[in-house]
Every structure is written in C-alpha cells, then in structure tokens.
C-alpha cells in the first residue's frame, strides 16, 4: 500500500497553483510575450536531492502512478527505493520545482547505476505532467550529467521502453543529445557532448549533496 505524501495532502493547493500558471501563460501569449521570456518571469528554482532517504515513500509513489514522461515505466516500491540509496553504485536523484506562484513539489525522480567507474546507465526517468513544458527535465537531466561527468563518468546509457501512454517521451532522449545504438539503447558520450551549464535553462538549480 502506498505511503500518503506532503504531495497528496496539498493537492487543492497544487492545482489552485497550476491553474494560475496556466492563466499567466495564457495572458503571456495573447500579449505576444515568447516562451523564454515567459518562462524567465516565473523565477524557477530547482532543487536537486542525491540519495535521501526521508522522501522514499514519494519516490516510491511517482514510479508507480507516473506514466506519460517515463522512459522506462519501471515500478518500484519503498523497499527497493531504499536498497538503491543504500547501494553505492546507484544514484537516486529527485528534483522539487517552485516558482512565483509556489511550490510544486517533488516531481521528478532518476535512477543512475554505475556500472564501471566510467560508465553509468539511467535506469529511471520520470517527471510528473503537472511541470511538463517549463523546460524542467532537461535542466535535471544535465545537472546530473555534470554530477556523474564530475565522478569521472565519461559515457551514460539509456533505454525507451514504449507503453500505450509514454509516447510522450519517445524523443527525449534523441533530443537530449543521446544516439541511438545498435541494440535499441541509447549512448551520450560526455566527453563529445559535454553537459550543457546552468545558464542554458531559466531555472535557478541547487544540488544537494549525497546522503
């Protein structure tokens, strides 16, 4: 049975919010305002967690109820979740997002296994729909690239696993800078395609250290 969340009790709060961004956006292109501008306006502060096991059960939660930004549809429960915190080869990284209108929660989650000292493979991608098009996964993407490119990780492999509902994400990772392989999977070289910086994305980004 799944855990109740700081996410589940604020849910009226969580969509009065959204449904002010929504109107604000709205209001932004009627006015001939650009996505970047707009999205400049909304003062984004992204933080990034590393293996904390206080938010399990919100991990746990967003592998099994996330299904249209979710690479792979790999479900999870507490136990497991923290088994990987626990296990130094495996990453467990999270992203909270606030903004002027407030604070959307933990909403994202990937899952990192380092399989040689320079190589890692995401196991988990997923992001929940409420934040999709404020440019938020690809600046949590590359923040934790420029993490694993500080531990020395040179190449990072990923997969697409297709469901009735992710299509979604059938392009994420081609248009992260990800090729394709042979085998279906996909390869970044960090080396060839260096993570890109904080100031690519209009999201101020705080990474926290590992628990």
């Keep these: 049975m799944l ?10 709060d969580l969509y009065a919010e959204e449904r002010q961004r929504r109107e604000s956006r709205e209001a932004a292109e009627s006015s001939g305002t650009n996505l970047q ?25 967003l592998t ?12 999870y429960d507490e136990q497991q979740i923290q088994g990987f915190i626990r296990d130094p080869s495996w990453i467990v990284a999270q992203f909270s997002l606030a903004d002027v209108f407030g ?8 899952l990192f296994h380092i399989t040689s000292p320079r190589s ?53 990772l081609p248009e992260q800078a990800f090729e394709k392989c042979a085998d279906g999977r996909y390869r970044r070289d960090l080396r060839q395609e260096p993570p ?11 990474l926290g250290s590992s628990a």
């Design 3 to 12: 855990s109740l969340t700081a996410e589940d009790l604020a849910k009226t």
């Design 103 to 110: 604070d959307s929660g933990l909403v994202g989650l990937a």
């Design 196 to 206: 890109k910086g904080e100031s690519a994305f209009p999201i101020t980004i705080e």
């Design 120 to 172: 890692a493979d995401l196991d988990t991608f997923l992001m929940s729909c409420r934040v999709i098009g404020r440019e938020a996964e690809s600046a949590f993407l590359e923040a934790l690239l420029r993490h694993l490119a500080e531990r020395g990780v040179a190449e990072v492999m990923a997969r697409y696993e297709p469901t009735k509902k992710n299509d979604l994400v059938k392009d994420f």
């Design 37 to 61: 501008e707009y999205l400049a306006s909304l003062k984004m502060r992204m933080r990034v967690g590393l293996d904390e096991s206080t938010q399990v059960a919100r991990l746990s939660q």
């Design 64 to 75: 099994q109820k996330t299904n249209q930004f979710n690479l792979t549809t790999q479900r």
